[in-house]
């Protein structure tokens, strides 16, 4: 069974920062990559950020200089760094994780979200 935390998630004025964690457990589930998504009230799930195994990002336009992903494989966690933050950032960010056992491959699993709110 394989579980997916995200953690970090609160009110934030504009300009200021947070820092989302997503934490994965589930024995014999091999993570590859890693991605955050969010969701603003009213709008479509959207892609914020992705990281591969091996290190290699990608941003969505909107977050690009402002934003840092990043991983720990060691710990099974993933990190958003959020800077500068905007009103327009409000949302629910989701993980997601894609990954393998030895009996399956493409394996896709989300977690619940953590709310964000940038508000003065």
């Known amino acids: 069974q394989v579980q997916v935390v995200e953690s970090g998630g609160g009110l934030v004025q504009p300009g200021g920062s947070l820092r989302l964690s997503c934490a994965v457990s589930?024995?014999?589930?091999?993570?590859?990559?890693m991605g955050w998504y969010r969701q603003a009230p009213g709008k479509e799930r959207e892609a914020v950020a992705g990281?591969?195994?091996?290190?290699?990002?990608a941003y969505a336009d909107s977050v690009k200089g402002r934003f840092t992903i990043s991983r720990d494989n060691t710990k099974n966690t993933m990190y958003l760094q959020m800077n500068t933050l905007k009103a327009e950032d409000t949302a629910v960010y989701y993980c997601?994780?894609?990954?393998?056992?030895?009996?399956?491959?493409?394996?896709?699993?989300w977690g619940k979200g953590t709310l964000v709110t940038v508000s003065s």
């Open positions: 990281i591969a195994r091996g290190g290699s990002t």
């Open positions: 997601k994780v894609e990954g393998s056992t030895m009996f399956e491959y493409g394996l896709e699993y």
């Open positions: 589930g024995s014999a589930f091999s993570i590859d990559g």
